[in-house]
Nanobody, 123 residues
Framework: QVQLVESGGGLVHAGGSLRLSCAVSGRTFSIYAGGWFRQAPGKEREFVAAISWGGSRYYADFVKGRFTISRDNAKNTVYLQMNSLKPEDTAVYYC?????????????????WGQGTQVTVSS
């Protein structure tokens, strides 16, 4: 049973920072790629960032230069450092994992999902 548990969401003023964490358990002997997606009310879930098993990183254009994805394989945790937050970043952020080495930006490629954590950025 694979579980992904996110933490670190909350309320922050515009220009502030948050760090999201995603702890992966249940199949930790396997290689996996991690991703972060988000979904705002009334909108589809969208790609934010992803990281391959080897550490290659991919970002949506709207977060480049502001967000950084990283991972600690020893702790089976994937992180998303979010700086210079904007009100339009407000959404539920979901962690996802796919049991393959290569990360993708396609939501349908990810096999496991966390429950989501709310990020709210006030203006």
């Amino acid at each position: 049973q694979v579980q992904l548990v996110e933490s670190g969401g909350g309320l922050v003023h515009a220009g502030g920072s948050l760090r999201l964490s995603c702890a992966v358990s249940g199949r930790t002997f396997s290689i996996y790629a991690g991703g972060w997606f988000r979904q705002a009310p009334g909108k589809e879930r969208e790609f934010v960032a992803a990281i391959s098993w080897g550490g290659s990183r991919y970002y949506a254009d709207f977060v480049k230069g502001r967000f950084t994805i990283s991972r600690d394989n020893a702790k089976n945790t994937v992180y998303l450092q979010m700086n210079s937050l904007k009100p339009e970043d407000t959404a539920v952020y979901y962690c996802a994992a796919r049991f393959a080495a290569v990360a993708t930006m396609d939501v349908s490629d990810y096999h496991y999902w966390g429950q989501g954590t709310q990020v709210t950025v006030s203006s």
